[in-house]
């Protein structure tokens, strides 16, 4: 059984301090720890450090990045490693946001080596992809998204693959209020699983998580997690008030009993 992951992407908010204020408040406001939820705030660099030590050592919230370079040192500036991030304590890193694709000029390419970058240092990638409205538009949604997995896992073994973590985000949902139908994401994660299952190996694809992400708010995140194949989110704008984010915490704690 796949257990639901919440991941908060702040994006560019929040200075070191404000974080630590943030989380400090986020622990007190989120429900239990949940055998079947795992959650995971992944702030800006410059934040990483003053998040870790507010989380504290047992804390049930994981740290995660919003990026890396795949080096693991050298003549990159402005980069950071995935050695870097392992010692500040992060388990997760976010790879090939739209929003690098779009804003940074970021290629299946490089999406690529950072993922296998991420996984030799025992960071759990979570690769983003997604179709814009055009090509949803065009019916050519499945298509783009089978492009993207190609690109980004090619050449991974199997078992690399099952370390990977996939969120759907269709472009046009990001930021704009407009979230994807359940059936929207359903049929877009049955793509993606049938995709991992061709090119890793079905019991695989059953083991990969498939996030949503997309104007996920306290509203909607129920209705996303009704169907089996929704494995979590990926959330911006919502995560960044203490009480939405805990909000969909709780929500998703409920929407998952053990054993369903
Ligand atoms: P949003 O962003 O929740 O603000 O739409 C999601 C994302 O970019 O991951």
New binding site residues.
């Given amino acids: 059984m796949r257990s639901v992951l919440i991941v908060g992407?702040w994006?560019m908010n929040k200075t070191a301090s404000e974080a630590a204020i943030f989380v400090r408040e986020l622990k007190e406001r989120l429900p239990l720890p949940s055998a079947t939820v795992e959650l995971v705030v992944a702030p800006p660099f410059t934040a990483l450090e003053s998040v870790r030590i507010a989380l504290g050592a047992s804390s049930p919230i994981q740290l995660g990045a919003q990026d890396m370079f795949w080096e693991d040192h050298g003549a990159y500036t402005g980069e950071v490693s995935a050695p870097m991030l392992k010692d500040l304590g992060c388990r997760y890193v976010i790879l090939g946001?739209?929003?690098r694709r779009a804003l940074f000029g970021e290629q299946s390419d490089s999406i690529q080596k950072k993922i296998r970058a991420a996984l030799k240092h025992g960071l759990r990638p979570i690769l983003?992809i997604g179709e814009s409205l055009a090509q949803r538009d065009n019916g050519s949604t499945d298509d783009v998204l089978t492009q993207q997995l190609h690109e980004s896992l090619s050449g991974l073994t199997g078992e690399a693959m099952a370390g990977v973590t996939i969120?759907y985000?269709p472009i046009w949902?990001?930021?704009?209020g407009k979230s994807a139908t359940t059936e929207q994401a359903v049929a877009a994660h049955r793509t993606i699983r049938r995709v991992l299952g061709a090119t890793a190996s079905p019991a695989i694809a059953d083991r990969t998580r498939i996030l949503y992400?997309?104007?996920?708010t306290p509203q909607n995140i129920e209705s996303l997690l009704v169907s089996d194949q929704v494995d979590g989110a990926?959330?911006?704008?919502?995560?960044l008030q203490v009480e939405s984010f805990a909000t969909i915490a709780t929500v998703a704690s409920a929407a998952r009993p053990i054993g369903v």
């Fill in positions: 992407n994006k946001h739209s929003e983003c969120a985000e949902a990001i930021g704009t992400g997309g104007s996920v990926l959330i911006g704008g919502a995560c």
